[in-house]
Every structure is written in structure tokens, then in C-alpha cells.
């Protein structure tokens, strides 16, 4: 049972354009959520991250929504960059629990020049 | 700052065969955790240290996976003996201390091929 899911396994964006990439959990008790970026042949690096008593965190062209009532956390990328070309992963945990993430299986982002 | 290191990046081994992999953390990060990501999936934890005592390894297949941290520094996993379904990246990463708000850093993996 995946508790953790993005649906869409990739999507291609234009440059300049917004790219959002979307997340959805079923364990209610999450209550801390990530994104991580991985290039090929290298480990994940953090993008950002929410808590739920937010529903919006952003940092420079990286935004993530949560929307806890829907269960459901989006990433928008403004503008998209070729260098953001990559794997994004959603991770959600229970805080009190520590850091034991469950990851999702990953969309693979395209920037078109 | 280094990075987390891992070794070998790549193995290829027959089932039935053993294998090591090795992981040295980020210095003075006190939680280590081992992932396995098999294709097409995201990373699942494996098994989380805390200095060189175990928090969480419910995931580790114990009868056929081991891990270590003497001294709480670097990691050993040890899978003896490997089947064809652990083909697998196998990832390290680090964390300064326990907690969700404590960003993992994570090496290059481990790709393991099983024949």
C-alpha cells in the first residue's frame, strides 16, 4: 500500500514556464512533508520542505502547497530552468516519529530550452 | 564541507554471492540512515542509526541483511546471501541529529546488480 503517491511518473515543461508536480498521502498522520531533486548518477538533494501547520513555504522559484484536507502537497517551479531537469521526490513523515520518510516513486521533470 | 561518501558505486554480483557496501557520514552527523531505491520507486528506508545504536530497522530483512556502526562514525550493509529482487540502489545519508526538521544529506548509492 503506498502511502505516499505522485501520479504523474513525468512531465515536460517550456522553459520559462511554471512546472508543478503534485503529491498525494493516505496516512493522515503525516505532518511533515519534503521534496527532494535527484540527477542521475547522484543522491537526492533537499529542495524544501513544509510542516502542516502552514500551507504554503516558498524559497526563491520553488513554492510547496499543502492542502491537509485533501491530502494533498504540490511543488510550482517559477520560472523552470533547464538545470531543473531532474527526478523530484514527495516525502512525508510523523514528526514526533522522527525522520522515518516515506518516499514517493518520483516524477521525472523535463525543461524544454 | 564533504560530502557523504559511499563505496563502490557500482557491483555486480551473483545470487547466492555476498556483498558489502560501506558509507562514511558527514563529520559530526550523528544519524545514519541506509535506503534501498529499487527502479522505478522511490527510496525506502532500510534502517536508521543514531550514533552506533539502532533507532528503526522494521524494513531490514534481517535474515539476510546486516548493518553496523562501530564507533558511530561510518556504516557498513552487508547482504548475505543476495537474490535477484535486491538489484537495487543502495543509499546512504546522514543527518546532523533525530528529527523531521533535520535535513538528510544523502551520498551517490550504490548500484547493485544480482544475477
Known amino acids: 500500500d503506498q502511502q505516499v503517491k505522485q501520479n504523474s511518473p513525468s512531465l515536460s515543461v517550456q522553459e520559462g514556464r511554471i512546472s508543478i508536480l503534485n503529491c498525494d498521502y493516505t496516512?493522515?498522520?503525516?505532518?511533515?512533508f519534503l521534496w527532494y531533486k535527484k540527477y542521475p548518477a547522484e543522491g537526492p538533494t533537499f529542495l524544501i520542505s513544509?510542516?502542516?501547520?502552514?500551507d504554503k513555504n516558498e524559497d526563491g522559484r520553488f513554492t510547496v502547497f499543502l492542502n491537509k484536507s485533501a491530502k494533498h502537497l504540490s511543488l510550482h517551479i517559477v520560472p523552470s530552468q533547464p538545470g531543473d531537469s531532474a527526478v523530484y521526490f514527495c516525502?512525508?513523515?510523523?514528526?514526533?516519529?522522527?525522520?522515518?520518510?516515506?518516499f514517493g516513486p518520483g516524477t521525472r521533470l523535463s525543461v524544454l530550452p | 564541507e564533504a560530502g557523504v561518501a559511499q563505496s563502490p558505486r557500482y557491483k555486480i554480483i551473483e545470487k547466492r554471492q555476498s556483498v558489502a557496501f560501506w558509507c562514511n557520514p558527514i563529520?559530526?552527523?550523528?544519524?545514519l540512515y541506509w535506503y534501498q531505491q529499487i527502479l522505478g520507486q522511490g527510496p525506502k528506508l532500510l534502517i536508521q542509526f543514531q550514533n552506533n545504536g539502532v533507532v528503526d530497522d522494521s524494513q531490514l530483512p534481517k535474515d539476510r541483511f546486516s548493518a553496523e556502526r562501530l564507533k558511530g562514525v561510518d556504516s557498513t550493509l552487508k547482504i548475505q546471501p543476495a537474490k535477484l529482487e535486491d538489484s537495487a540502489v543502495y543509499l546512504c545519508a546522514s543527518s546532523l541529529v533525530h528529527g523531521s526538521s533535520y535535513e538528510q544529506y544523502f551520498g551517490p548509492g550504490t548500484r547493485l546488480t544480482v544475477t
Open positions: 513544509i510542516s502542516s501547520i502552514k
Open positions: 563529520s559530526g552527523h550523528a544519524t
Open positions: 516525502a512525508a513523515s510523523v514528526e514526533n516519529y522522527g525522520q522515518n520518510f516515506v
Open positions: 496516512n493522515s498522520m503525516f505532518d511533515y
